[in-house]
Every structure is written in C-alpha cells, then in structure tokens.
C-alpha cells in the first residue's frame, strides 16, 4: 500500500512551458485534491474531485487544468508555466467524508519557474 | 466565506513542558470539522487530531488534546509533554460539513522545541 504518490519530486520549468504534476492513490479513495503552499500562505486549494469524471474549482485555480479518468489518478496540469506558480504542490486523497473524515497527503513536489 | 486565522507564526517551548497553539474561525455554518495537521521537516502532512463541531467533548490523541469554544469560533491544540520530535509546523483546518469538499488551512505555526 503505497498511499498518495506524486511525481516528480522537483522541477524546473521556463516561463511558458507546461507540464504535469501526477498524483496517484491505492487507498481506493473517492475524494482527491491538489494544494499549493508558499511561505506564509498555508495550504491553497487549487482543484478537487469527488470522484472519476467529477473535478471543481478550488480557491486558486487559474493556470491549472485537471481530470480524473480513474479513481487512482488525479493530475496537474500547468499549461503556461509563470513564475507565480513556483510553489510546493501537494496531493491529497480521502474516502469520502463521515466523521472519520482523514484526508492523506501525498509527499510534495517542488516547483521552480524561471 | 470561511476563513481559518492563526496568529502565532512561531512559537517555543521547552522539552517535557506544555504549549498551546492557537485557532480562529469564522462560519455561518453550524456543522463542520476542525483539523490540525503537522508538518515536520520532511514536508509530509500529518493529521493530529480532528473535531467534529456537533461533539461538546473535547478531542485527544495521547500528548494532544484541543480546547474547542464553539461559540467563540476558537479551536486551540495543546501539547503536553513536547518531545524533541514535535517540532514542525502546525496546520490548522476547517472544512464544511454540508457536503462541499473544501479545506480551508490557516497559515501555520512554527512550534520550536528546546533541549
């Protein structure tokens, strides 16, 4: 069981480019989210989905595009990368919600735009 | 909207005593979840403790515990005992109980722990 996983751990992008963060789960779970961190800000959500073919928009999701095709995979995508989007990206997944609610991340991915 | 404030950026304590870290929120909601998360060096979030706001009793997970004041929107975890391995950064999250899937994080406290 290898929980939340993203890749790649660290980028270095030039403005303009794009890419895609990936994040995988095999917890099964049907929620899954992506954050951004900077120093000072906290946790920003970007995008969420509540299941496969479900995504809606977070508190900051201008630049990023997602899908979910399978419950497993929900990734990132930064068409035209700028440099307000170097930031730590964090995966998150959850069963669902319930008073057992627990959200897990997965370990980080280190963005730098030039 | 929602909103989580934590107004401590950084804190100390000092090895075996007590420290707690403070949290504001701001709902119309009556129904929600209250979180604290840890982050340690290594980046990785970790769930603490969690409260559900229609529980009165007050949450606690061995060394952690939180004073949860529905009334005054104030969700405080306290750390009894800090071990050397407590120092990280401390999340505290709201998110709704009405069936949206948002979290909302406060912007951290840097808690120190002093051999």
């Known amino acids: 069981n290898a929980g939340v996983t993203q890749t790649p751990k660290f980028q270095v992008l030039k403005t303009g480019q794009s890419m895609t963060l990936q994040c995988a789960q095999d917890m099964n779970h049907e929620y899954m989210s992506w954050y951004r961190q900077d120093p000072g800000m906290g946790l920003r959500l970007i995008h969420y989905s509540v299941g496969a073919g479900i995504t809606d928009q977070g508190e900051v999701p201008n630049g990023y595009n997602v899908s979910r095709s399978t419950t497993e995979d929900f990734p990132l995508r930064l068409l035209s990368a700028a440099p307000s989007q170097t930031s730590v990206y964090f995966c998150?997944?959850?069963?669902?919600?319930?008073?057992?609610?627990?959200?897990?991340f997965g370990p980080g991915t280190r963005l730098l735009v030039l | 909207a929602q909103t989580v404030t934590q107004s401590q950026p950084e804190m100390s304590v000092q090895e075996a005593e007590t420290v707690t870290l403070s949290c504001t929120y701001d709902t119309s909601e009556s129904d929600y979840y209250l979180f604290w998360y840890k982050q340690p060096p290594s980046r990785q979030m970790i769930l603490v403790i969690r409260q559900e706001a229609y529980k009165q009793q007050n949450a606690t997970e061995n060394r952690f515990s939180v004073n949860f004041q529905k009334a005054a929107k104030s969700f405080s975890l306290k750390i009894s005992d800090s071990q050397l391995g407590d120092a990280a950064m401390y999340f505290c999250?709201?998110?709704?109980?009405?069936?949206?899937?948002?979290?909302?994080f406060g912007t951290g406290t840097r808690l120190k722990v002093l051999a």
């Open positions: 999250a709201y998110r709704s109980g009405s069936g949206t899937y948002k979290y909302i």
């Open positions: 998150a997944s959850s069963y669902g919600g319930g008073t057992q609610e627990t959200q897990y």
